[in-house]
């Protein structure tokens, strides 16, 4: 089985467990512009569960439509738990029931952030939202990366779905 094969059936996944639950969900992305929301909406009835999607790619994006702070950014920069934990959290702001996001670096490293640092987080309304550094080979093209990180945060959410619900 090819990873693509397996992010397809793992977007399946999640959607099927969203909507047994009927739950809805939005996705706040920076390091992999889009990528999770592209692997839902390749599937049928995706409109079902998922709201919306925000790619945040810049920090004035991050704090204008996530409503990050700014010194959360000057304090722990744009690739941390800190603001990953609040891009997932930004996007419950619009009535979905989960938010997802992505931040990290899949390029030249950044704010003393090598290649491979990326940061994935998972909110439920009413939970404790989850946030986990991922420490991905730096040799990896920045597709793979973006592929792998998508792979993660579905089975994150998978995981979550199943010790919360």
């Not at 009835?45 to 702070?69: C, H, M, R």
């Not at 579905?154 to 995981?159: C, D, G, K, P, V």
Request: charged share 25%; aromatic share 4%.
């Amino acid at each position: 089985m090819t990873i693509d094969d397996e992010l397809s059936e793992l977007a399946e996944q999640v959607l099927h467990e969203l909507r047994t639950r009927t739950l809805t969900l939005a996705i706040a992305e920076s390091c992999t512009g889009g990528l999770v929301s592209s692997l839902l909406t390749d599937l049928d009835d995706s409109s079902d569960v998922l709201l919306y999607s925000i790619v945040a790619y810049t920090i004035d994006s991050k704090e204008e439509f996530l409503g990050i702070p700014s010194y959360i950014i000057r304090d722990h920069g744009t690739i941390s738990l800190e603001v990953a934990k609040m891009m997932a959290e930004g996007v419950l702001e619009y009535d979905a029931d989960i938010g997802l996001s992505t931040t990290g670096v899949i390029g030249e490293s950044i704010e003393g952030k090598l290649k491979g640092t990326v940061f994935i987080g998972v909110a439920i309304a009413g939970q404790t939202t989850i946030a986990r550094e991922l420490e991905l080979d730096p040799k990896k093209n920045r597709h793979d990366l973006k592929k792998e990180i998508a792979q993660k945060l579905f089975n994150e959410l998978i995981a979550t779905l199943e010790s919360v619900y």
